[in-house]
């Protein structure tokens, strides 16, 4: 494995004389995981195990000239939709904005101009689609928030008309825990709940999860009262490595692209 220098790793191993020293182009990295049910069959740390194994694996892909460090990872966040079953943690929109704005301007005061929020959880997105616009009002930041699975490619693995549906605890989410931890996975228990995001898009012109014009609100027993979207027992660990191999080494290409993105340009 090559040498990596001191700004390429994580946030906290830094001492503090170190930012005095800091790359101009060095990208702050914020995982965000959640703590929330995700079937019989999974554990609570899916979103927070899954982000934090594409970083770990993306290190490896980073270029030379990559100055990334890792922040400390949120392992609760915006969980609400979660909180009727047992074990979900959530914080409310409000804190995680509080938060997440406390965060940026903390990077943004240790001369860190670039902040990337790598996210594990779909109920966040909306909130940092907000965060980043109001990190770059308020900081100055270059901000971006993605999902892990945005970089991962599922073609070959999942049928697109599944992978479309497999919004929580499926075969995607499934998969990438059995390689990552399949000590923590009870393939006994993994069901095929299919969400009614499906019978939307059959029956309703208007209405849905999947490019309709407009999106309800819903909580996870509007979409399966299992807490699962998607077919969890068709999961494997090869997928999951695939899937999980190719997004951390998308991650790393974004990182150089990233690094010198400039919106004002």
Known sequence: MRQTSKWQGYWADLSTDDFANLPEDTIAILPLGATEQHGPHLPLSVDTTLTNAVLAQS??????????????????????????HAGTLSLSVRTL????????????????????????????????????????????????????????????LVDPADAAHDLHGGDIETSAMLAVRPDHVDMSKAPNSQPKSRLWQENLRWTGLNGQAARPG?????????????????????????????????????????????PTA
């Open 59 to 84: 290190r490896s892909h980073w270029s030379e000239d990559t100055h990334a460090l890792i922040l400390p990872t949120l392992t609760v966040t915006k969980s609400n939709e979660h909180m009727a």
């Open 97 to 156: 904005l509080a938060m997440l704005d406390d965060i940026g301007a903390s990077v943004a005061r240790a001369g860190v101009k670039r902040l990337i929020m790598l996210n594990g959880h779909g109920g966040n997105t909306a909130l940092l689609e907000i965060a980043v616009r109001e990190m770059r009002v308020a900081h100055g930041l270059i901000t971006a928030h993605a999902s892990w699975f945005g970089f991962s490619e599922t073609e070959g």
């Open 218 to 262: 819903w909580v996870i027993a509007d979409l399966q009262g299992s807490g699962v979207c998607g077919n969890a027992s068709a999961a494997t660990r090869d997928k999951g490595e695939a899937m999980l191999s190719s997004a951390a080494r998308n991650f790393a290409a974004f990182l150089a692209e990233f690094s010198t993105f400039e």
